[in-house]
């Protein structure tokens, strides 16, 4: 049997050790959906109590050396109907799709050639047996896989349909022109072509391998109805992204809390998109939650605070223990910017399905006024701001009282750092996974000690003799500072795997020589050593390696 790869080890590990499920598995399970288990919650509610913590309660330091200003919020996830035509997501919210013309299968446009790479098994046979990189292909063995593998893997190839005339354009295209490399997608569409003169070249359907039909939108909001009729005015949409509650609540809290231009508004929560192509585990999910926040500013200054979000949140990303090599920030391309963005830099990751190269992990958008100023079209209410300490500055400079009015009047631009939680959760499942065949669990989750489910395990070495009692005085000390398990079964060696398997740092265990010389052996994950550590100078060795 074929190793499983890392993701395989992964997903198992999740599921066998109680992070993730699948949603629903009893009844087959729901695609696109997962549900976050004993382990995976708590590791989830870690990334999020950081993020919380270090955006809202414990801001990041301004570049004028004092703590910026931001608040939290926590809005519906099911706003008015025209939050979602203000914000554009109503027109522009949609992937574009294209059905194959045979089996009806959907494939996300843009997603085709990676998915071809990634994901089609008459593609992937097919490359296995040769690579189109000359001028010259060798049309007998094409021939041969069409009239064998090629039937039963991709039945409505046109190489396979009518391998004949398939191959005839192929050659006049390519052979006899050994100069001419012919590239992987052309070679492709080729083979996925029957006629060429009267259709063009064709892309395959990564599961038959016939034509697909035009790229068309397919809509990513959720739908549900609001009211006792279940008609179009009673038309509902789960919220695609949490930001849009945060720009309806921007005039509220600018009334209401002490907040002044440059400040920010933090919230978490979930966020629904039917996702065409739910895929890699929880990466791509149909519900998932977000870590958003939206700074607003002046205009003038957006740039730099652009600047300054792109460093902060790399800087956010190191401090959960991701490597520095696994991350790096990409600048999206003009033709790539969301409908509302001016600028956009991703927040990517290595992950294991994407290596060598990244994917996205988070995007630091430039939104300009946007969003303000569409909801302040559609909703007929003002949502600009009057800079009181502009004024002033202004008027001490001499400015003329219409260019004081003028400027001291504006609607704010808007930075906004997003990031996906469930995604973050995965994030540290694949940093923090590491195999490790000398040790008996064979695999390990090298959790940074802050982001760890479980920190300690306190083990007696057997479950009498008076060890039981002191390893479970401890864990009452322990366990209302640390998140800690007692566990009295089994054979140590079994006790110390389980415990890696799911990323505990530290295992505590009571021995015999506890009864004599009150202390313990502290067993620390990633170094596998041990050290007898006093009773009384647990909770400071632990609180030394955790809250630091
Ligand atoms: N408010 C801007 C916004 O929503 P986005 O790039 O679409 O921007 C932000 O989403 C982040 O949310 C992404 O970087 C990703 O981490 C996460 N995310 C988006 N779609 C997701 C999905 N289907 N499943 C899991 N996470 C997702």
């Not at 997603?111 to 049309?139: N, Y």
């Not at 052309?186 to 790229?215: K, M, V, W, Y």
């Not at 696994?326 to 290596?355: C, G, Q, W």
């Not at 990031?419 to 000398?438: F, M, Q």
Request: hydrophobic share 35%; charged share 30%; proline share 7%.
């Amino acid at each position: 049997m074929a190793e499983a790869s890392v993701m395989e080890k992964i997903v198992s590990l999740c599921k066998r050790r109680g992070f993730v499920y699948p949603a629903s598995e009893i009844y087959g399970g729901i695609r696109g959906f997962w549900d976050y288990g004993p382990l995976g919650v708590l590791l989830k509610n870690n990334i999020r109590d950081s993020w919380w913590r270090d955006m809202v309660e414990c801001p990041p330091i301004g570049p004028d050396g004092h703590p910026l200003d931001m608040v939290g919020l926590d809005s519906s996830i099911i706003q008015h109907p025209k939050t979602w035509e203000a914000s554009g997501h109503l027109a522009t919210f949609a992937d574009p799709m294209r059905k194959c013309s045979k089996c009806g299968h959907f494939v996300r446009a843009d997603h085709l050639w990676d998915m071809l790479a990634t994901s089609s098994k008459w593609f992937d046979d097919l490359l296995q047996e040769f690579t189109p990189i000359s001028g010259h292909i060798d049309t007998e063995r094409l021939m041969r896989w069409a009239k064998t593998k090629g039937r039963k893997l991709a039945p409505n190839l046109a190489l396979v349909r009518n391998p004949e005339v398939t191959l005839s354009w192929l050659a006049t295209r390519v052979n006899g022109q050994p100069d001419v490399p012919v590239e992987m997608m052309e070679f492709t569409r080729h083979i996925a072509t029957e006629q060429l003169n009267a259709t063009g070249l064709q892309d395959p359907c990564p599961l038959c391998g016939a034509e697909l039909g035009p790229s068309e939108p397919f809509k990513l909001m959720m739908e549900s109805y609001a009211g006792l009729t279940q008609t179009p005015d009673n038309k509902v949409y789960l919220r695609p992204e949490t930001a849009q509650g945060i720009f309806l609540q921007y005039k509220n809290i600018v009334d209401t809390t002490r907040v002044k231009v440059p400040f920010g508004v933090a919230q978490i929560g979930k966020s629904f998109r039917n996702e065409v192509t739910p895929r890699n585990f929880i990466f791509r999910s149909r519900e998932f939650e977000q870590m958003e926040m939206e700074w607003f500013c002046h205009p003038d200054e957006a740039r730099t605070w652009y600047e300054f979000w792109k460093t902060e949140r790399m800087r956010w990303w190191k401090s959960l223990g991701v490597k520095e090599e696994n991350l790096k920030l990409r600048d999206h391309a003009p033709d790539e910017l969301s409908h509302y963005s001016k600028m956009t830099v991703d927040i990517e990751y290595k992950y294991p399905f994407t290596a060598p190269d990244f994917g996205e992990l988070e995007g630091i958008a430039h939104r300009g006024e946007f969003d303000l100023t569409q909801h302040q079209k559609h909703s007929g209410q003002k949502l600009d701001y009057f800079d009181q300490e502009l004024q002033l500055k202004l008027k001490e400079q001499g400015a003329s009282p219409e260019e004081i009015k003028a400027k001291s009047r504006y609607v704010p631009n808007v930075i906004e750092p997003a990031s996906g939680l469930t995604r973050a959760v995965l994030v540290l499942l694949c940093e923090g996974y590491t195999a490790d065949p000398n040790r008996p669990s064979g695999e390990y989750m090298r959790f940074d000690p802050k982001m760890a489910p479980i920190k300690a395990g306190i083990f007696p070495l057997v479950n009498k003799d008076g060890m039981p009692e002191v390893a479970e005085k401890l864990y009452m000390d322990l366990r209302t500072k640390f998140m800690c398990e007692y566990d009295p079964k089994q054979s140590i060696g079994k006790r110390y795997a389980r415990m890696d398997e799911i990323g505990t740092p530290y295992c505590i265990t009571v021995d015999g020589e506890t009864l004599k010389d009150q202390s313990v052996t502290i067993r620390e994950r990633d170094t596998l050593q041990q050290q007898r550590v006093s009773l009384d100078k647990v909770d400071t060795y632990m609180t030394d390696r955790i809250l630091k």
